[in-house]
T-cell receptor, first 108, second 111 residues
């Protein structure tokens, strides 16, 4: 089965909050990451959280980690049209395992 | 500004051709990776390298090989391209224990 799972699509209105969810399987992961991919580009690191933390906030981004349930989420406050992209969740052990990516569409 | 550079953004090759995808990083990173990205499948690891002249198979190495003769360069080789290798290829590098830096990707079409 998949190591990292995400839903494939999310659509929100401009100004609303977006919440992108992710589940992973390996409890020994030391870091969990969120990457953003804009059309035609590579992946850009957005934020990451160490596995002994349960929350990290960085401006409009909030990452929540529930280690017991192996659940990670990314909340984007006041979502803008420029936030439209594919968001990848990833867990890190010796290498990095990615989810399939969630395509966020922001409607005006 | 640190960088991972992939030599081509777009490539079109014929079935059966030998294809080289080049990746260069200027961060003196030990680790380098090749992924392919397909819709609905996310990123799948093809090969990675922990050091010069070292290589390890990822999840989907069949039909690919790699070369790492110098620390800064990691090449992905398709020995005989097939249409099912049409994909977006992403190279990444990292210092041991650190986060990944990705290149912009090479979109390969095999006809």
């Amino acid at each position: 089965g998949e190591d990292v799972e995400q839903s494939l699509f999310l659509s929100v209105r401009e100004g609303d909050s977006s919440v992108i969810n992710c589940t992973y399987t390996d409890s020994s992961s030391t870091y969990l990451y969120w990457y953003k991919q804009e059309p035609g580009a590579g992946l850009q690191l957005l934020t990451y959280i160490f596995s002994n933390m349960d929350m990290k906030q960085d401006q409009r981004l909030t990452v929540l980690l529930n280690k017991k349930d192996k659940h990670l989420s990314l909340r984007i406050a006041d979502t803008q049209t420029g936030d439209s992209a594919i968001y990848f969740c990833a867990e890190s052990r010796n290498d990095m395992r990615f989810g399939a990516g969630t395509r966020l569409t922001v409607k005006p | 500004d640190v960088k991972v550079t992939q030599s081509s953004r777009y490539l079109v090759k014929r079935t059966g051709e030998k294809v080289f995808l080049e990746c260069v990083q200027d961060m003196d990173h030990e680790n380098m990776f090749w992924y392919r990205q397909d819709p609905g499948l996310g990123l799948r690891l093809i090969y990675f390298s922990y050091d010069v002249k070292m290589k390890e198979k990822g999840d989907i190495p069949e039909g690919y090989s790699v070369s790492r003769e110098k620390k800064e360069r990691f090449s992905l080789i398709l020995e005989s391209a097939s249409t099912n290798q049409t994909s977006m290829y992403l190279c990444a590098s990292r210092r041991s224990g650190g986060g990944y830096t990705f290149g912009s990707g090479t979109r390969l079409t095999v006809v």
